[in-house]
């Protein structure tokens, strides 16, 4: 059974720091990514990495914010998020598959997906 199980969301202050965790079991995966969806818009790319090599790959708008990353003895994948702003408010899901890089934000190359954590940023 496949499982990825994400926490570290909360409420913080702009100009704050989070860290999301996502640890997933059940099976392997090439990469692993971080969306975001926020009330009333579509779900959106925010980070992807691969497990073997670790390339990452991030949205225009968490880049130099924004860091993914992870530990391959634990299976985890983290999203460190510095300098929040309003505009990062939204649910974040972790997702798992084996997406091409040329697509790697496309929501859809993602087979597994966590129950999402809520990330919200106060102004």
């Known amino acids: 059974q496949v499982q990825l199980v994400e926490s570290g969301g909360g409420l913080v202050q702009a100009g704050g720091s989070l860290r999301l965790s996502c640890a997933a079991s059940?099976?392997?995966?090439?990469?692993m990514g971080w969306f975001r969806q926020a009330p009333g818009k579509e779900r959106e790319f925010v980070a992807a990495?691969?497990?073997?090599?670790?390339?990452?790959y991030y949205a225009d708008s968490v880049k130099g914010r924004f860091t993914i990353s992870r530990d391959n003895a634990k299976n985890t994948v983290y999203l460190q998020m510095n300098v929040l702003k309003p505009e990062d408010t939204a649910v974040y899901y972790c997702?798992?598959?084996?997406?091409?890089?040329?697509?790697?934000?496309?929501?859809?190359?993602?087979?597994?997906w966590g129950q999402g954590t809520q990330v919200t940023v106060s102004s």
């Open positions: 990495i691969y497990w073997n090599g670790g390339s990452t």
């Open positions: 059940g099976r392997t995966f090439s990469a």
């Open positions: 997702a798992a598959g084996w997406p091409d890089h040329t697509i790697v934000n496309v929501f859809t190359e993602y087979v597994y």
